[in-house]
């Protein structure tokens, strides 16, 4: 590193519901994608801070006109509590990382962003918008491409981001992935969410519970195939506390990822040339907080037999495998693939 312009890369992985960060320094940091303002001065008085960001905003919803800017994948526009909502998060994640003004002012920070698909193909000038007076130079890619570079399955292998908002598909052919080679479906961990809510208002009357709680549910229970334990909760049925088997409609809600996933997965292997898809077939790699639902890498797997049979894993640290990636590219990546941000 030059003593005279030292540099400092930077892997961000920019996601609906998480966001991570990983530096050339060895710091990794997670927070969640979350940024509220205070609704009031009485909200104003007890938080004692003009902005909440990840879990806390999350914590203290209540008290907040809570933005999560990044829904379905995309970058909201035509809200300037949105556009702040990432400048926010990404102020936060450097700020954890050790990146405040004055390191910004003394190093050249080259970073490499992964955000979903659909925000790279709609909302890329924004994304350069919201990364200016962060970092100099910028890289943006596709979560489930910075997930394969970190993990250098760069040659017949498919990456499958499944996140929050979005499950991103990536074939990778030993060169940057193109339009054709990738896939991006709305069934995801926030649909799962839904599912889960309407099977729990059908079941059962009078439910009163939030989508966040049912996120939580989801996060703690979920599971594909057999349930390890019955899921049970506690929630108010017109205002009693009632305990609650939720088994059968956490299952049905995570199970029905499992049919539109197999079929993309299917449909992306059916475009490649025939001569590589068994060896495809045998390297699909899960990566995205929803990823770890357990039973799903195995019934994506029993979904390959009629065609040959392969081999399905997950990517072994969803929280920072993207960042990771993000960072990995970050240091490879030559002079000419660099975009110059102006101050």
């Not at 004692?48 to 960001?53: A, D, E, I, Y």
């Not at 924004?126 to 489930?144: K, Q, T």
């Not at 991103?168 to 896939?183: H, L």
């Not at 993309?264 to 292997?269: C, F, G, S, V, W």
Request: one cysteine or more; aromatic letters at 4%; charged letters at 25%.
């Amino acid at each position: 590193m030059s003593k005279e312009s030292p540099e400092l890369f930077v892997g961000i992985d920019l996601g609906t519901s998480r966001s991570s960060i990983s530096t050339s320094e060895g710091q990794r940091h997670m927070i969640e994608s979350y940024v509220g303002w205070p609704v009031d001065m009485v909200a104003r008085k007890i938080l004692k801070t003009p902005v909440v960001v990840g879990r806390d905003a999350l914590a203290n919803r209540s008290m907040l006109e809570l933005h999560r800017p990044l829904e379905r994948g995309l970058l909201k526009e035509g809200s300037d509590k949105d556009q702040q909502a990432v400048r926010q998060l990404l102020l936060h994640l450097m700020q954890l990382a050790g990146i405040d003004e004055e390191r910004r002012n003394g190093h050249k920070i080259r970073a490499v962003v992964g955000v979903p698909a659909e925000a790279l193909r709609v909302n890329r000038q924004h994304l350069r918008d919201a990364m200016r007076g962060f970092v100099d130079n910028l890289i943006i890619v596709s979560e489930p491409f910075a997930v394969a570079y970190g993990l250098e399955a760069l040659l017949h292998a498919m990456v499958i981001d499944i996140g929050a908002g979005t499950t991103d598909f990536c074939a990778m052919r030993g060169r940057y992935p193109t339009e054709e080679d990738q896939r991006t479906l709305l069934n995801a961990g926030d649909w799962i969410d839904e599912q889960l809510m309407t099977h729990l208002r059908e079941h059962h009357e009078g439910i009163n519970v939030s989508i966040h709680t049912v996120r939580q549910w989801k996060e703690e229970s979920s599971f594909i195939g057999s349930a390890r334990k019955p899921v049970k909760v506690t929630v108010p049925i017109d205002g009693k506390p009632t305990d609650l088997d939720i088994t059968a409609e956490m299952k049905a809600a995570c199970e029905a990822l499992v049919p539109p996933v197999a079929e993309t997965m299917i449909d992306l292997i059916a475009a490649t040339e025939p001569e590589y898809q068994d060896e495809l077939r045998q390297n699909i790699i899960l990566a995205g907080g929803s990823s770890v639902i357990p039973g799903l890498a195995e019934a994506l797997q029993a979904s390959l037999k009629e065609y040959g049979g392969g081999h399905v894993q997950t990517a072994g640290d969803p929280v920072f495998v993207g960042s990771d990636g993000g960072l990995a590219l970050a240091k490879d990546a030559p002079a000419s693939d660099w975009e110059k941000l102006p101050a």
